[in-house]
């Protein structure tokens, strides 16, 4: 009935906030994004929770490029970042479960993906949520997403290469988008050639003619 549809939607953006406000800080956040995809996956018809899905994609996605800084008691200064296992279980649960929702049993949601790779474009060039951050720490986000993307781009049960496709489109967009910093142009690159290393024929083809009409546009500067 509507009535519960709407307890429904509560209850479902009630745990998305917890997950948001817990996430790489307590168990109950891994377990709760585990618990999730499991109830996509075998039961939950997310027809449901139609208008919810990109809502839920904006808020979780962003955390993939969150860091998680410690914070000293008694100075309440920042000290140095350490990628905990508690992080790591938790940004693999928050992969698959992205994963499962993008792309449930129900048909690949385009919407809700160009929001997915919109997301974890910037680090792809090691811009994430705290600059100061070490370097060791952003490298192992962007290998992070580009593990996931690998995965996300080779799931041969979409239709007409869909999952494949948007990855691409995600490389063409990091070129387009390219950030002005050396450095940062630099990571970019290495992270585009790592996307495009796992295309498809026919979509790896596609991205090298974009290149050649990139690099024939007046506008273009090496």
Same mark, same amino acid.
């Given at each position: 009935?509507?009535?519960?549809?709407?307890?429904?939607?509560?209850?479902?953006?009630?745990?998305?906030?917890?997950?948001?406000?817990?996430?790489?800080?307590?168990?109950?956040?891994?377990?709760?994004?585990?618990?999730?995809?499991?109830?996509?996956?075998?039961?939950?018809?997310?027809?449901?929770?139609?208008?919810?899905?990109?809502?839920? @994609?904006?808020? +979780?996605?962003?955390?993939? #490029?969150?860091?998680?800084? *410690? %914070?000293?008691?008694?100075?309440? &200064?920042?000290?140095?970042?350490?990628?905990?296992?508690?992080?790591?279980?938790?940004?693999?649960?928050?992969?698959?479960?992205?994963?499962?929702?993008?792309?449930?049993?129900?048909?690949?949601?385009?919407?809700?993906?160009?929001?997915?790779?919109?997301?974890?474009?910037? @680090?792809?060039? +090691?811009?994430?949520?705290? #600059?100061?951050a070490p370097t *060791? %720490?952003?490298?192992?986000?962007? &290998?992070?997403?580009?593990d996931f993307l690998?995965?996300?781009?080779?799931?041969?049960?979409?239709?007409?290469?869909?999952?494949?496709?948007?990855?691409?489109?995600?490389?063409?967009?990091?070129?387009?988008?390219?950030?002005?910093?050396?450095?940062?142009?630099?990571?970019?690159?290495?992270?585009?050639?790592?996307?495009?290393?796992?295309?498809?024929?026919?979509?790896?083809?596609?991205?090298?003619?974009?290149?050649?009409?990139?690099?024939?546009?007046?506008?273009?500067?090496?």
């Open positions: 009935t509507p009535v519960l549809g709407l307890f429904d939607e509560i209850a479902w953006s009630c745990t998305i906030s917890i997950v948001r406000h817990f996430f790489a800080e307590e168990k109950r956040c891994t377990l709760i994004l585990e618990n999730l995809s499991k109830a996509v996956t075998e039961s939950t018809n997310l027809k449901t929770f139609e208008t919810s899905i990109t809502t839920t @994609v904006e808020t +979780l996605a962003p955390l993939s #490029r969150e860091i998680k800084l *410690k %914070v000293d008691d008694e100075s309440g &200064e920042c000290i140095e970042v350490e990628v905990t296992d508690l992080w790591k279980e938790s940004l693999s649960a928050l992969y698959k479960f992205l994963n499962v929702v993008v792309k449930p049993k129900q048909g690949f949601r385009r919407s809700s993906a160009v929001v997915l790779m919109r997301s974890i474009q910037p @680090v792809l060039v +090691l811009s994430v949520s705290d #600059r100061r *060791k %720490v952003k490298f192992w986000l962007r &290998e992070a997403a580009i690998k995965v996300f781009a080779s799931d041969s049960s979409c239709q007409e290469h869909v999952a494949s496709k948007t990855v691409g489109a995600l490389a063409r967009h990091c070129c387009i988008r390219a950030p002005e910093n050396a450095e940062s142009r630099e990571h970019a690159s290495v992270s585009v050639s790592r996307l495009v290393s796992f295309l498809p024929a026919e979509e790896a083809c596609d991205f090298t003619k974009f290149l050649i009409k990139m690099c024939r546009h007046p506008q273009v500067l090496f």
